[in-house]
């Protein structure tokens, strides 16, 4: 079958035969994101959205964007639907308590996100020109719905399209310049030019978008190959990192009862010997272990903070996720409680934290509009703290003796581009501690592990990242993983910390060059109709 009468059949198909085709072509966009990586398929979800929306007919402007906001809906939400189908391993964690509400997190959430694509197709159908011009204006719309959707109500920027090609790590070089939403612009462009293809026009006239379209992906790889060393990165002379993932589940037996053996876990696991020439954690200058480690409060539980001083050889140093306890307001019934990174030196003196400020929703804290109203009828979030977390007041540096200033980064916190670092002189090195336990063996834990590795090549900084049950990892300043611990395995990684790198422009401009990048798409897409 000729490509141009498939076009068509897209084009001209209406009533739930166009909404199918619409959910199957977002869902395929799954293929391109991790752990599949699959990112030349880009072009089936991207190339299918140019022909549904020449399809948005009507007599009047309105109906054409109703029309397009429709089917772009439906395109939004087959992709986040195959996208995020593992947040539903959450609600199984504590199923007595969260089962019944798993269609809200596996169906109602990707409908609700789902309203970004679908004004994103409507705003291309309202400025839509002929020919290869809508390749443009397709970008610069679903790049701008993107953007929105990464800040509005404070922000969900989860498998942004530009994570399509950032599998790719040559290509993912491009975002040390743009950043994310920059690379989204560019992924949406190069997936939909060969939808051109399908057209009626004759000779080479059709074939100029999809070439320049390859010529874009050899420019995006051959800059990478310019920007990436051949050689390892340096790594900072004294330092010996180990990185301990207990691979714990988040059932049940994660709870104060158990404190004992949990504590008992992690001591024994930090301590072991990976190879005949070391000796334990006696080599090593820092130990690292996951996001809200204990079931306990650390800064109240003397005993515990005394068990990590004996483990630790002098000079050594624990940096760990723990609850922390605030000061409480005159009048409050109990004090706030946090999500930290806490330090500890070798006499068990906690010496620094770090308080999580972008909070999960739902996960972690209830929106304030709806908390009496869902607390009124027994239910919480999923996170056992009475009340739920507190947000830390600002982001800030944590210093570490023996380290480069780190810019800690709790779980959620790293998904966030243009915000991996606090305001200030730059630091050294991103520290991300996380618990992706509650997700178990899905694509979540390697969708998260992804956009990490993404913020190291956006800041030009290394990143040091350890997790409950995996990945576990060091990064360099140029995403290359330099050692890891692989998802659901328990033990130990000792690892240098990788140098940082150059000053990256989107370090220093934030989203600037992507504001550019629109309005010259936005110019190009109004002059290259035919």
């Not at 789902?114 to 443009?136: D, H, N, S, T």
């Not at 420019?219 to 691979?247: C, D, H």
């Not at 992690?266 to 005949?276: E, F, G, H, K, V």
Request: with cysteine; glycine share 12%; proline share 8%.
């Amino acid at each position: 079958m000729r490509l141009s009468a498939v076009a068509d059949g897209v084009i001209l198909a209406w009533g739930w035969r166009r909404r199918l085709i619409a959910l199957v072509a977002g869902a395929s966009g799954a293929l391109s994101l991790p752990p599949l990586d699959l990112w030349p398929l880009i072009v089936l979800p991207m190339t299918m959205a140019v022909w549904l929306i020449d399809g948005a007919v009507g007599e009047t402007v309105w109906r054409r964007i109703r029309a397009a906001a429709a089917v772009g809906w439906w395109w939004g939400f087959g992709f986040f639907l195959a996208g995020l189908w593992w947040l539903g391993a959450a609600f199984l964690v504590e199923a007595d308590k969260f089962a019944w509400a798993m269609p809200l997190g596996v169906v109602a959430l990707p409908a609700g996100l789902a309203i970004f694509p679908a004004l994103g197709f409507a705003c291309a159908r309202l400025l839509w020109p002929v020919g290869a011009g809508r390749i443009l204006m397709l970008a610069v719309a679903l790049a701008s719905s993107e953007w929105l959707r990464g800040h509005v109500l404070t922000g969900f920027p989860w498998n942004v399209y530009g994570m399509m090609l950032a599998g790719q790590p040559q290509i993912a070089q491009f975002a040390s310049l743009v950043g994310l939403y920059g690379l989204t612009l560019v992924a949406v462009a190069i997936g939909a030019a060969p939808a051109l293809l399908g057209g009626h026009e004759g000779g080479l006239a059709r074939w100029r978008a999809p070439v320049v379209a390859g010529l874009a992906v050899a420019g995006l790889f051959g800059f990478g190959l310019w920007r990436i060393p051949t050689q390892p990165s340096p790594t900072v002379a004294g330092v010996k990192l180990r990185l301990m993932q207990p691979n714990l589940p988040q059932d049940a037996k994660f709870s104060a009862r158990n404190s004992e053996a949990i504590l008992a876990h992690y001591l024994a696991l930090s301590d072991r010997a990976t190879s005949p020439t070391t000796l334990g954690v006696q080599n090593v200058t820092h130990l690292i272990w996951p996001e809200s480690a204990f079931p306990f409060l650390l800064g109240r539980t003397p005993a515990a903070l005394a068990r990590i001083a004996a483990l630790l050889p002098p000079g050594a140093t624990l940096i760990t996720g723990a609850a922390r306890a605030g000061e409480g307001l005159p009048g409050e019934s109990r004090p706030p409680i946090f999500n930290s990174v806490q330090v500890v030196d070798d006499e068990g003196v906690i010496r620094a934290s770090y308080d999580k400020v972008h909070l999960v929703p739902f996960g972690e804290y209830l929106p304030p509009l709806l908390d009496r109203l869902i607390r009124g009828v027994g239910l919480s979030e999923f996170v056992s703290v009475p009340g739920g977390f507190a947000a830390g007041p600002r982001r800030q540096p944590l210093v570490i003796a023996g380290l480069p200033v780190a810019a800690p980064l709790i779980c959620y916190e790293i998904v966030f581009p243009g915000a991996a670092t606090p305001q200030g002189p730059r630091p050294g090195f991103l520290l991300n501690l996380t618990n992706d336990g509650w997700f178990g063996q899905t694509s979540g834990p390697y969708q998260h592990f992804a956009q990490a590795r993404l913020r190291a090549v956006e800041e030009g900084l290394p990143l040091v990242r350890v997790a409950n049950t995996g990945i576990s990892a060091v990064v360099d300043a140029y995403g290359r993983v330099t050692g890891s611990l692989a998802l659901g395995t328990e033990g130990v990684l000792d690892a240098g910390l990788p140098r940082s790198g150059p000053v990256t422009l989107y370090a220093q401009l934030g989203d600037a060059l992507f504001a550019g990048l629109l309005a010259a798409f936005m110019l190009l897409s109004r002059i290259w109709r035919r």
